[in-house]
């Protein structure tokens, strides 16, 4: 039994540690989205042309920000957006 518990108490240490690392990862991506002037009222934003042929959308950028933005926000304590996010996440994925 104890080994079980062992095996679980791994198997969620792994699982935060994954998630943090998405997370600061997720974080750099949408500094770097941002202070390129990617988005779409930036210097330089990405069109849906910059991206073709990748099964990426301008749109799925503006809502991969959106859910960065959000991200930071829930981990610090702040209000983030009530948004579908799963719905959107999957479409990103291409699922």
């Known amino acids: 039994m104890a080994s079980r518990k062992v095996d679980f ?8 540690t994954d998630f943090s690392e998405a997370v600061e990862r997720i974080g750099e991506l949408h ?3 941002t202070d390129s002037g990617y988005d ?3 210097i330089d934003s990405i069109e849906n ?13 503006a809502n991969f920000a959106a859910f960065a933005a ?6 610090n304590n702040g209000d ?8 959107k996440i ?6």
């Open 9 to 16: 108490a791994l198997a969620a240490r792994a699982a935060v």
């Open 31 to 33: 500094a770097i989205f």
């Open 40 to 42: 779409a009222t930036g």
């Open 49 to 61: 042309e910059d991206i073709e042929g990748h099964d990426i959308t301008a749109t799925d950028l």
């Open 70 to 75: 959000n991200v930071a926000l829930f981990l």
């Open 80 to 87: 983030p957006a009530q948004v579908d996010y799963a719905s």
């Open 90 to 95: 999957n479409a990103f994925r291409g699922m």
